[in-house]
C-alpha cells in the first residue's frame, strides 16, 4: 500500500521532460562540442601555428643574423656550430647559445626607422 504510491510517484516522465535517444545526446553534447571548437579556433590553433613560425626561424639561423635571447641580450651571431651559436653581444665580447634559448629575430635600428 505505501510502496504503491512510492512507485507512482517515480513513475514516467511526462510532459516533454528528458529526451531519449540520438536527438537527445546530441543535444546535450552540443554545448561542448562548441567549447572546443571555440577554444580550437581562439587558442590552440594560434598557438600551433606560431610555434611552428619559431621552429622554422631557430631552423633558418644563421651567421649574420642579429637575434634575442630568451634573456633578453641583443647580439649578432658569428659562428654557428650545430645547435651552438656564438653570439657577439658588443665589439669583441662573445658568449656562446643554444639555438633553442634564441627568441626572435632582432630588427637592426636602421630598418626600424624605415618602416615607420
Known amino acids: 500500500m505505501f510502496f504503491d504510491k512510492i512507485a507512482h510517484a517515480m513513475g514516467s516522465m511526462g510532459g516533454g521532460q528528458g529526451q531519449a535517444g540520438p536527438?537527445?545526446?546530441l543535444?546535450?553534447?552540443l554545448p561542448l562540442i562548441l567549447m572546443?571548437?571555440?577554444f580550437y579556433f581562439l587558442l590552440i590553433r594560434p598557438q600551433q601555428k606560431k610555434?611552428?613560425?619559431?621552429?622554422e626561424m631557430l631552423a633558418g639561423l644563421q651567421k649574420g643574423d642579429r637575434i634575442l635571447t630568451g634573456g633578453g641580450l641583443y647580439g649578432r651571431i658569428v659562428a654557428v656550430n650545430g645547435d651552438e651559436l656564438t653570439v657577439e653581444l658588443a665589439e669583441g665580447f662573445q658568449v656562446k647559445v643554444d639555438r633553442g634559448y634564441v627568441a626572435g629575430m632582432a630588427v637592426p635600428a636602421k630598418e626600424e626607422k624605415k618602416g615607420k
Not at 610555434?51 to 621552429?55: G, I, P, V
Open 36 to 38: 572546443f571548437a571555440i
Open 51 to 55: 610555434a611552428k613560425q619559431h621552429k
Open 27 to 29: 543535444g546535450s553534447f
Open 23 to 25: 536527438a537527445g545526446a
